[in-house]
């Protein structure tokens, strides 16, 4: 079995299947001091050989017909959301959930997942974006301000910033806690959301 650059195996062929695999294989580009990265293979209950139970998962996707999210921010959060609703160990409990005070959104938590043997929600941000690397400044020749968005009016070191003073703080807050207070109650959690709900 050969594997690609990006660490899918060639077996893998379906579009989404492949994406997972590569969410699965690719490390995390940063890390955020006290938060937690996204969750490994062992939390996930994931050996290092996916491709069984991705496999698994293919008659479900093939059902969609091709019904997927475009954008592609929208659809990286998609497959986190799958892969975190049907991997053996974890469970979606609830995405996209705004934080409101007095009618004002503050933010919005991408996703809260537990595992089967904590009850204990995560919360979880995932992003998807492109940058270009500088070769000369701002900063130093590590320096996070040295990667651009389109436009250069982002940077990997502007969204580094809203993620861990904004976003990744949120949900620490208590109008955050008072907001998903129905979700930090340990329950059984249920069925898992269909894939067409969670794809499209």
């Known amino acids: 079995m050969t594997t690609s650059a990006e660490g899918v195996s060639d077996a893998i062929r379906h579009t989404v299947l492949r994406d997972l695999a590569w969410l699965l ?12 990265g996204r969750p490994t293979g062992l939390t996930l209950g994931l050996t290092d050989n996916h491709h069984t139970w991705l496999t698994a998962l293919l008659p479900g996707v093939e059902a969609l017909n091709g019904k997927l999210a475009t954008r592609m921010g929208h659809y990286h959060e998609r497959l986190w959301q799958l892969l975190l609703d049907n991997a053996p160990n974890t469970r979606l409990l609830a995405n996209n959930l705004r934080i409101t005070q007095r009618r004002t959104t503050l933010g919005e938590l991408d996703m809260l997942y537990r595992t ?45 910033s809203h993620l861990l003073h904004h976003q990744l703080p949120l949900s620490r ?15 059984d959690t249920g069925e898992a959301t269909t894939l067409s709900n969670l794809l499209t």
């Open 116 to 160: 089967r043997t904590n009850p204990v929600p995560v919360h979880l941000e995932v992003a998807i974006k492109f940058y270009l690397g500088l070769p000369d400044g701002p900063g130093e020749a590590n320096s996070q301000s040295r990667w651009i968005g389109p436009g250069g009016l982002d940077s990997l070191a502007l969204k580094c």
């Open 25 to 36: 294989a690719t490390p995390d580009l940063v890390t955020l001091g006290a938060y937690p």
């Open 173 to 187: 807050t208590a109008t955050a806690q008072a907001n998903i207070a129905h979700w930090l109650t340990p329950r």
